[in-house]
């Protein structure tokens, strides 16, 4: 029962000391040891303007405006090291609890991380070391800042970086991959993607090599209004920033997707697609602002909302239609292009049985529709077409017809009007 107490009341002690050091000893006591252990440690340059004592929430040695190599290079607005017991006791073998706060770094410095922290003879091993709005430096922009955590192996080599955002939803995972290499991985769950349009991925993961120059996305999987999204993409940001790749789609549910651009007017049925697309912009916050996107499309077994095609055919006099209505579809298939918030349909093709269409049309800024789409419909040896000119505005589109072509006896093979 002796032996409990002295071993309490010492720990007690030890408790009550780290806990007053910061008001007993001068910041200045630790400044040289400090840096002199921070120059071991990265393995080069470590300057500090200032330390201090922090003593709420949680006594630590701070470390204030700190640069490794240069400014350009890596600078820390500051830098926590928690007097616990165990850093106290073990002082020079372990360090844990290393938080920086305001960490900017360039692409250079970052992919060296593994090589400058790499332990050496008589210096710490770190275990864990927490980031807080912390960024890569690229030119006049940064990608950033986030808040994850590094984490070390036992011989205090780096092993992994975790960043969480606020929500939950995204989940990125770093491992180093050879010198100047990281392997990347983005968990997303239920998270809408920057791309200009909020399409919102039930689970979305990208894997691929970081380097210096930017990052190579060599896998795209996801999970998109009930169908399945894979392809490759390419990050880079040497010369501006720029992000091109292919994706492929199948099973997607046409009415989720098509819903993300307009409520009312819209397809349904299973979509697939094949896509190329291109994003570039100075600075990655304008990266998604203006989309390059050119993609082939098939929809079977649908139905177009609000977009009627069928009842012009029955007018025999030129006239004007501003109303909804459905046309239903086997298939739909055509070419999309978007340029920024232009968006191009072309060699579009409907096939609904009886009834068939083919034409383009084009979606403007405000949404404003032009095109023209030359339709038929056949019932035994009667055929009637038309060309209808589409205007309006996507929620409320009109269609424009001549005068229905019905052709008599013997002439039923003739062609609907070109476009």
Do not use: C
């Not at 002796?2 to 050091?21: E, M, R, S």
């Not at 419909?377 to 209808?388: K, M, P, R, T």
């Amino acid at each position: 029962m002796g032996k409990l107490k002295i071993l309490l009341g010492t720990l007690l002690v030890l408790v009550l000391i780290v806990a007053a050091l910061p008001l007993l000893l001068p910041a200045n006591l630790f400044s040289d040891p400090v840096i002199a252990m921070g120059q071991k440690m990265t393995h080069g340059k470590f300057e500090v303007k200032r330390v201090a004592f922090e003593y709420y929430p949680k006594p630590a040695v701070v470390l204030e405006n700190v640069v490794l190599e240069s400014a350009d290079s890596a600078s820390i607005d500051r830098i926590l090291i928690p007097l616990t017991a165990k850093n106290v006791l073990a002082w020079g073998e372990t360090l844990q609890g290393i938080v920086i706060e305001g960490g900017r770094f360039s692409p250079d410095f970052a992919t060296q991380l593994p090589q400058k922290l790499k332990p050496e003879p008589g210096t710490p091993r770190l275990t864990t070391l927490s980031l807080e709005r912390t960024s890569v430096v690229l030119g006049k922009s940064q990608l950033g800042p986030v808040s994850g955590m590094l984490k070390f192996g036992t011989s205090g080599e780096l092993t992994e970086l975790e960043i969480n955002d606020n929500t939950g939803q995204l989940e990125l995972l770093v491992q180093p991959h050879g010198e100047g290499q990281f392997a990347v991985q983005l968990n997303a769950t239920g998270w809408e993607v920057p791309l200009g349009y909020p399409a919102k991925f039930d689970f979305l993961r990208l894997k691929g090599i970081a380097h210096a120059n930017g990052i190579d996305i060599e896998e795209v999987r996801g999970d998109l209004y009930g169908g399945v999204i894979t392809g490759s993409a390419q990050l880079t940001w040497t010369e501006g920033w720029q992000l091109a790749g292919t994706l492929r789609g199948s099973g997607v549910q046409a009415e989720l997707l098509s819903k993300v651009f307009s409520s009312n007017t819209y397809a349904t049925g299973r979509l697939e697609a094949e896509a190329r697309f291109v994003y570039q912009a100075d600075g990655y916050a304008k990266l998604f602002e203006n989309a390059g996107i050119d993609a082939t499309l098939l929809v079977r077994d649908g139905v177009l909302h609000n977009f009627d095609l069928v009842t012009p055919l029955k007018s025999s006099t030129p006239v004007t239609y501003s109303r909804g209505g459905q046309t239903r579809f086997a298939t739909v298939s055509g070419k999309l292009a978007v340029r920024g918030k232009d968006v191009q349909f072309s060699g579009m093709k409907i096939d609904g049985g009886k009834f068939s269409a083919n034409g383009h049309l084009r979606i403007g800024e405000g949404q404003k529709l032009a095109g023209v789409v030359a339709s038929k419909l056949s019932s035994g040896a009667i055929a009637v077409s038309n060309q209808i000119r589409v205007a309006g505005t996507l929620p409320a589109p009109e269609f424009r017809t001549g005068a229905a072509f019905r052709p008599r006896a013997g002439e039923e093979a003739l062609a609907a009007p070109a476009q």
